[in-house]
């Protein structure tokens, strides 16, 4: 059973635009990771938020985390072909030690 | 820093032939594992963990088992693979903390035929 859903499931355009995308769940994070993987290799840790309302930046990357702690989101800004790649988010529920990942978002910045 | 070796990088098995990928961990001990599956450019299945030596949860009933004889390898197995077992295995570790980083093998592709 997946508990967290991500939109969009895939994504293309241009390079130098922004974008967006989305992670979800019915659940209470205690604490949520974006992870980057490139084709035939295993995801990347982005970046784990904790806080509630918590914002992390990482160079054009910015990560916030819901104050509610039930999303978060990824804002990409002035994308580039080195960018393209799948987005996933993982999560913890509060009290268990496996980690769960959404279903992804499939990134294609076209030059 | 920690290490995770896995093998093959890619594999193609008859359907009803059994399965042993083996995972194995340098550079850390007693570390949560795990076995993900990823069906193409999709998100990751969890389907084992473990958090210690002969502790395994499953997550999906499925054709497949794991084992974990030894604190740093973590094997998947199967005594009779289906069409449906394709796709691209992935073992990790984390520590037991809760907002650690997930590290990752380089996975095994596994074509059912």
């Known amino acids: 059973t997946q508990l967290l859903e991500q939109s969009p499931q895939f994504l293309s355009i241009q390079e130098g635009e922004n974008l967006t995308v989305y992670c979800n769940s019915s659940s209470v994070f205690s604490s949520l990771q974006w992870y980057r993987q490139e084709p035939g290799e295993g995801p990347v840790l982005l970046v784990t938020v904790v806080t509630g309302g918590e914002v992390k930046k990482l160079k054009r990357l910015t990560f916030q985390f819901g104050d509610a702690r039930k999303d978060s989101s990824l804002h990409i800004t002035a994308a580039q072909p080195g960018d393209t790649g799948l987005y996933l988010c993982a999560q913890r529920k509060w009290g268990a030690q496996k980690l769960v990942f959404g279903q992804g978002t499939r990134l294609t910045i076209n030059p | 820093s920690q290490t995770i070796h896995q093998w093959p990088a890619t594999l193609v098995q008859p359907v009803g032939s059994p399965l042993s990928l083996e995972c194995t961990v340098e550079?850390?001990?007693?570390?949560?594992l795990y076995w993900y599956r990823q069906a193409a450019g999709r998100g990751l299945q969890l389907l084992f963990y473990s958090v210690g030596i002969g502790q395994i949860s499953s997550e999906v009933p499925q054709n497949l088992s794991a084992s974990r004889p030894q604190d740093r390898q973590f094997i998947l197995s199967s005594k009779k693979l289906l069409l449906s077992d394709s796709g691209f295995y992935l073992c990790a570790l984390d520590r037991s903390y809760m907002n650690t980083e997930a590290f990752f093998g380089q996975g095994t592709r596994l074509t059912v035929v």
């Open positions: 550079g850390t001990s007693n570390p949560n």
